[in-house]
């Protein structure tokens, strides 16, 4: 891990992002391990690092697959390629499916598609997912590629990466290590503590069996303003802080239309000045698609769009519109956002991302609405105390984020301590979701505006 710039020493976090990836590429290019390990917090440019590797290894004549983990993931890095190097033959390798990538790939002179990684050889880069690749056997290859990039590899299972693991020599991770854990199907006690834990993380089992390889990480959040870095560092990467890319005074939230004294409105005037927002419905159990919370959701959204916001940026001098795609709303489970989604709907209003946390990683939005994990709940679940989830919800936002939830959640916290069973071999995953909500909570404690009842 490269070590922090000594003490005293003004953050420049340019200089700081150019250090770290001229560190990253000088291992990936030049090291003689047979695997970098690069974490990255939220917004810290994981696809421009993924991007630039790609070019680097392919303008040093060495061919290379890039693996990720779902099919927009790699449409996207195709699209990023192809915009940053328009003569770079990419293969993008794809399934059998009716409709197995995005069509605007078709448009792409460079870009060369197909069912069959024989068809791409000899291609600077070859990208597809791991589930694909896992189809593809060495010995369809005239030779395994020298290099491969893992993208999202915290989001990648260790048996994911056992089964491409043959097809390279050298490998590139990259990931976020707050976001949530890879999704298993299958109950996974029967492997805990085990070395080969299949459920474990790509990345976990890699070190575990390899400590010595090269680990980074990216010091600095672009898309996260100054007002949520801290929280959000503190709360998630306490080993691996980060700081945002900009400062206090770079970013602004403001509205044409005044507040008319709504909660909502109260609510978002208080996210736009200090980048959070509590909008703490009355204590009380709920079913999990709580009405109250659904309506009180979609009303911040629809007056969000009402009263003509405008972001202001780094990103230029003049302010951008507050638009519907630039804003999302994010929950837990899927029957909470069809509900948020109908509830918008009878507001028409359209555009507006919806959709559960698992779905919101690696998507980036001006201002998110968010409903708490844990709001309205009778009791605290490892699936609601997950740290990853409650990371993912507070870490999309640009400018602003306000949480939804109903009071208590902080009482629930202490009569629920976690009940999960010590395991042997287990590295305990630190903070955990106890202590993760209990630091978010009591920082968006000073930011409440009460719905009223």
Request: glycine share 8%; charged share 20%; hydrophobic share 45%.
């Amino acid at each position: 891990m490269q070590l922090a710039p000594p003490a005293g020493h003004a953050f420049d976090p340019g200089a700081e992002a150019a250090r770290a990836t001229d560190a990253i590429l000088h291992d990936t290019l030049h090291g003689t391990h047979r695997g970098v390990v690069v974490d990255s917090p939220p917004g810290a440019g994981k696809s421009t690092l993924v991007v630039r590797a790609a070019r680097e290894l392919a303008a040093a004549g060495r061919p290379l697959m890039v693996i990720a983990q779902t099919n927009a993931q790699v449409d996207d890095l195709v699209l990023r390629l192809a915009e940053k190097d328009p003569e770079l033959p990419v293969g993008r390798l794809h399934s059998s499916d009716p409709d197995p990538y995005d069509k605007a790939l078709d448009d792409l002179p460079n870009v060369r598609k197909s069912t069959k990684a024989g068809d791409l050889a000899g291609l600077d880069v070859v990208i597809s997912t791991a589930a694909k690749w896992a189809h593809v056997k060495v010995d369809q290859l005239d030779a395994p590629w020298g290099h491969a990039i893992v993208d999202e590899a915290y989001q990648m299972r260790s048996d994911a990466l056992l089964a491409v693991a043959g097809l390279f020599e050298r490998a590139l991770f990259v990931g976020d290590p707050g976001q949530l854990d890879p999704f298993s199907i299958v109950g996974a006690e029967q492997w805990a503590g085990l070395s080969y834990d299949p459920s474990a993380s790509a990345v976990a089992t890699l070190l575990a069996h390899n400590p010595e390889l090269p680990q980074h990480r990216l010091p600095v959040s672009w898309r996260l303003p100054a007002s949520a870095a801290p929280l959000v560092s503190g709360a998630f990467y306490p080993y691996t802080p980060f700081r945002s890319g900009t400062g206090p005074g770079d970013r602004a939230l403001n509205f044409a239309v005044a507040s008319d004294g709504s909660a909502a409105d109260r609510v978002i005037d208080e996210a736009a000045r200090a980048g959070w927002g509590l909008l703490e419905l009355p204590a009380r159990n709920t079913p999990r698609t709580d009405p109250e919370a659904v309506r009180a959701l979609a009303r911040v959204v629809r007056r969000l769009l009402d009263r003509g916001g405008a972001a202001t940026s780094e990103r230029g001098p003049e302010p951008a519109p507050l638009t519907a795609d630039r804003i999302a709303v994010g929950t837990a489970h899927r029957d909470q956002a069809a509900a948020v989604r109908a509830a918008l709907a009878e507001l028409g209003v359209g555009d507006v991302t919806v959709d559960t946390a698992n779905r919101l990683q690696g998507r980036e939005y001006d201002v998110t609405v968010v409903l708490h994990p844990l709001s309205g709940r009778p009791d605290a679940t490892a699936f609601h105390l997950e740290t990853g989830r409650l990371c993912v919800l507070a870490s999309r936002h640009r400018h602003a984020c306000i949480v939804v939830c109903r009071a208590g959640v902080d009482a629930l916290l202490d009569d629920h301590p976690s009940t999960e069973p010590v395991q042997l071999g287990v590295t305990v995953k630190f903070p955990d979701g106890w202590e993760a909500n209990h630091a978010v909570l009591a920082r968006l404690s000073e930011h409440r505006v009460r719905w009223p009842v």
